[in-house]
Nanobody, 121 residues
Framework: QVQLVESGGGLVQPGGSLRLSCAAS????????MGWYRQAPGKQRELVAT???????NYVDFVKGRFTISRDNARNTVYLQMNSLKPEDTAVYSC???????????????WGQGTQVTVSS
């Protein structure tokens, strides 16, 4: 069974920084694109950033220049470095991973449990 374990959320003041981590474990033959999403209270879940297995990244406009997504393939881990945080960044941040469990399998998307990020003075 595949599991994604997230960490790094917490309370930070406006302008501060946090780094989120998400480690994938279990039966993983190939780990493909990984990403971060967030969901604020009363709002729909929205994409934050993605990164391919080769390291190509994409960001939504509201985090460009402030957030950086990266990955450590040896550890099956994706990170989200968040700088210059704003109150409107407050949300539950969830990671996902598209992966193939076996040599003969197809790619399936798994989700982490989410971690709370609160930006407040």
């Amino acid at each position: 069974q595949v599991q994604l374990v997230e960490s790094g959320g917490g309370l930070v003041q406006p302008g501060g920084s946090l780094r989120l981590s998400c480690a994938a474990s279990g039966r993983i033959f190939r780990l493909n694109t990984m990403g971060w999403y967030r969901q604020a209270p009363g709002k729909q879940r929205e994409l934050v950033a993605t990164i391919t297995s080769g390291g190509s990244t994409n960001y939504v406009d509201f985090v460009k220049g402030r957030f950086t997504i990266s990955r450590d393939n040896a550890r099956n881990t994706v990170y989200l470095q968040m700088n210059s945080l704003k109150p409107e960044d407050t949300a539950v941040y969830s990671c996902n991973a598209d992966l193939v469990e076996t040599r003969w399998g197809t790619s399936v998307r798994y989700w982490g449990q989410g971690t709370q990020v609160t930006v407040s003075s």
